[in-house]
T-cell receptor
């Protein structure tokens, strides 16, 4: 039973389209995150939610909109996709807001914009 | 600003030998947490080891141990008895502040050779 699951694993789409990535965790964790891993493998935080409340909102274009319907789910919707959005997007969760024990990551979604 | 630097983009080691991956960081906080994550070719991010800054004792997890030098702001990972399955990209990460945000280094690609 996967702890943090993301769908889809791969996503190929054209510029200008709108797409969503879904994430679910069954660990009972309070906090969930979205990270972006670029082509050079650099990982950078985008958003975090704690019990459905937005905590971290880094300098991300407002074409990216996270949504957390409950603490077990965190989805990422991207409008008007651009070539530069191509990356691997990771969902992660931590026990609580402090994240003292690190994260459990999903397996990532490779987004390719053509 | 908090930063994490991994100065070795690539390393290789013979199977059964020992290798050390370097990481330096910068933070103004006194209480923080450091992590090493492994990302094999499967893309999954796996927590390898965790260190609390206020603990003098270096963390150990089976064949993985750290050399934590707080004054020097250095946090290296030692892998003993390297195995082929250790081939992966390794990321050093710093958790600071009150939001659970992890700041990652650029990563070190480790190749274990038979």
């Amino acid at each position: 039973d996967t702890a943090v699951s993301q769908t889809p694993k791969y996503l190929v789409t054209q510029m200008g389209n709108d797409k969503s990535i879904k994430c679910e965790q069954n660990l009972g964790h309070d906090t969930m995150y979205w990270y972006k891993q670029d082509s050079k493998k650099f990982l950078k935080i985008m958003f975090s939610y704690n019990n459905k409340e937005l905590i971290i909102n880094e300098t991300v274009p407002n074409r990216f909109s996270p949504k957390s319907p409950d603490k077990a789910h965190l989805n990422l919707h991207i409008n008007s996709l651009e070539l530069g959005d191509s990356a691997v997007y990771f969902c992660a969760s931590s026990q609580d807001l402090m994240g003292l024990y690190g994260y459990t990551f999903g397996s990532g979604t490779r987004l390719t914009v053509v | 600003a908090q930063t994490v630097t991994q100065s070795q983009p690539e390393m290789s080691v013979q199977e059964a030998e020992t290798v050390t991956l370097s990481c330096t960081y910068d933070t103004s906080e006194n209480n923080y947490y450091l992590f090493w994550y492994k990302q094999p070719p499967s893309r999954q991010m796996i927590l390898v080891i965790r260190q609390e800054a206020y603990k003098q004792q270096n963390a150990t997890e089976n064949r993985f141990s750290v050399n934590f030098q707080k004054a020097a702001k250095s946090f290296s990972l030692k892998i003993s008895d390297s195995q082929l399955g250790d081939t992966a990209m390794y990321f050093c990460a710093l958790r600071s502040g009150n939001t659970g945000k992890l700041i990652f280094g650029q990563g070190t690609t480790l190749q274990v050779k038979p």
